[in-house]
């Protein structure tokens, strides 16, 4: 349930806290109040937040390793959920390199060069709360290979709100690895 704040500034500097007021009682506080208000603003209480997974010890190490000198070889032995948990968390991290790093590397897939996505904004990323809500439950998703060196992992990211899936796709490179599709998201 949320609640909504009505904050009111005033001749006097002083501010007004209304919640859970009808309509009638608010406008009757506002009349007491200054006739030119300078603000209205309305707050809404915020939602829940949406945990994020935890890595696995395993998962954990290839991420702390690989992120020291992007090493694919660290990667190697990590399962396509695991790779994609590693993509969501250096994304939260805000290791946009390290996001880049875990992109495919079969050249005829490759999107976009390092240099662009480095060029990338920050606010085009989308903030932490927003991929904590896109990826939410990949955890628990399945995989599904597709091809001898493609697959997406299907994923429901608000299982309470019912059937709503998602996918993730990820590519094998050349020597076995799976790495994350460009744009694994659409």
């Not at 690989?66 to 396509?80: G, I, S, T, Y």
């Amino acid at each position: 349930m949320a609640f909504i704040f009505v904050i009111t500034g005033c001749e006097n500097n002083s501010i007004s806290m209304v919640s859970g007021e009808t309509e009638e009682q608010e406008a009757q506080l506002e009349s007491e109040q200054s006739p030119n208000p300078q603000e209205t603003e309305i707050i809404e209480e915020p939602q829940t937040p949406v945990k994020l997974f935890e890595l696995s010890g395993a998962e954990d190490l290839a991420y702390s390793n690989f992120q020291k000198n992007f090493d694919l070889a660290h990667l190697k032995q990590l399962e396509p959920l695991s790779i994609a948990k590693l993509y969501v968390q250096a994304g939260i991290d805000e290791k946009y390199d390290l996001q880049y790093a875990l992109y495919t590397d079969r050249e005829e897939l490759i999107s976009w060069s390092k240099e662009e996505d480095e060029a990338i904004p920050k606010a085009d990323r989308g903030t932490k709360e927003q991929q904590l809500k896109t990826f939410n439950n990949i955890d628990n998703g399945n995989f599904i290979q597709t091809s001898e060196y493609e697959g997406y992992i299907e994923y429901n990211p608000n299982p309470k709100e019912g059937n709503g899936k998602s996918g993730f796709q990820l590519v094998m490179n050349k020597d076995g690895i799976w790495q994350v599709s460009f744009m694994p998201i659409q």
